[in-house]
């Protein structure tokens, strides 16, 4: 039996080390029909010229302009792959063989959609407070049931996200892209299952990521929310998220001019969310709030791993 081909897809905005690092590090992925692919951000550090030097394999697109996630949407048209594993220039994988059990579990499930994973910070080797959400009903074979993935690294069936038309909005910027393809993907009927066995580590120092209260994310979900949710509960969590917002301001957790901020340009940014209303139905939304009601561990993966412990199972982390 042919192995399938995949595309591992990358973007990158100035950081030329760390994705030389990632770059290395596919290079030993064990498994033998990949492509892979990065779409340079228009970095300024000569990123895109040590690609074409030092990786010649690589397909490499350039942006005129940085534009973030959405960046993901020009690797993922080029993608030829049967599956798109995508992982950020600051992730690594965790074993030499990730490609080949995330392909693996595609295989044995023709409705998953959407292969999420553990992910521990690189430079504490904690479980990142951003790993996924998951619920500890399932197994390590099929999976536990998440909402949405980390963009640090995942498994996505092509064949699924090519059903949705346009992959990332642009108008996001950083935040809640993977919840909003997520979203669409079970609202279609495609699973989104999260496997322990599958860790990728995260480069960037603990503590430096864009936490669900930033500018971004407090904004964002406001569209997110009128975007999918049905009536009438796109009011009821609107006034639940800027009480929110105002708890956090209290609890000094959240600037107050951030805060109001996020709140005004989402407003201002309204008509738009509300003409591409996708509403969906109430036992999506009910899995997604089942889901974000447990926590990101549950004692099923490790909570703490040294980086470079999996050397015995061929980790890239050496």
């Given amino acids: 039996m042919t192995d399938p081909l995949v595309s591992v897809l990358s973007i ?23 492509e892979v ?24 697109i350039e942006s005129p302009q940085n534009l973030a996630n959405y960046s993901y949407n020009s690797g993922v048209n080029a993608a030829k792959g049967k599956y798109v594993l995508m992982m950020d220039d600051d992730g690594l994988p965790a074993r030499r063989d990730w490609v080949a059990r995330v392909v693996a579990h595609f295989e044995a499930n023709p409705r998953l959609g959407v292969v999420a994973c553990i992910v521990h910070m690189q430079d504490t080797g904690r479980l990142a407070p951003d790993s996924p959400q998951f619920v500890p009903e399932g197994d390590a074979e ?12 995942v498994g996505l069936r092509a064949a699924a996200i090519q059903e949705l038309g346009i992959f990332y909005p642009k108008c996001y910027f950083l935040t809640y892209v993977e919840l909003h ?8 009927g495609w699973e989104v299952r999260l496997f322990p066995d599958i860790e990728v580590w995260h480069c960037r120092p603990s503590g430096s990521s864009y936490p669900p209260f930033s500018y971004y994310g ?7 929310v009128w975007q999918f949710y049905p009536w ?12 929110r917002c105002v708890k956090l301001t209290v609890q000094g957790r959240s600037p107050t001019v951030q805060s109001w901020k996020a709140a005004r340009d ?8 509300f003409a591409q209303r996708q509403p969906i139905s109430v036992n999506t939304l009910d899995y997604l709030r089942w889901v974000r009601r447990h926590s990101n561990w549950h004692g099923i993966a490790p909570e703490v791993v040294a980086f470079g412990e999996y ?8």
């Fill in 181 to 188: 393809l997520c979203t669409r993907l079970l609202e279609a």
């Fill in 12 to 34: 990158s905005y100035n950081r030329r080390a760390s994705i030389a690092n990632l770059l290395m590090a596919l290079r030993r992925q064990t498994y033998p029909s990949f």
């Fill in 311 to 318: 050397d015995q199972d061929g980790t890239v982390a050496d």
């Fill in 266 to 273: 989402a407003l201002l940014g309204a008509r738009s969310a």
């Fill in 37 to 60: 692919i990065v779409v340079d951000n228009a970095s300024t550090d000569g990123t895109a010229s040590l690609i074409r030097s030092d990786f010649p394999e690589v397909r490499l």
């Fill in 142 to 153: 099929s999976g536990y049931p998440c909402a949405a993935y980390n963009g640090t690294g």
């Fill in 218 to 224: 407090l904004r964002n979900y406001y569209w997110y």
């Fill in 232 to 243: 009438p509960q796109v009011l009821t969590e609107t006034l639940h998220e800027l009480g």
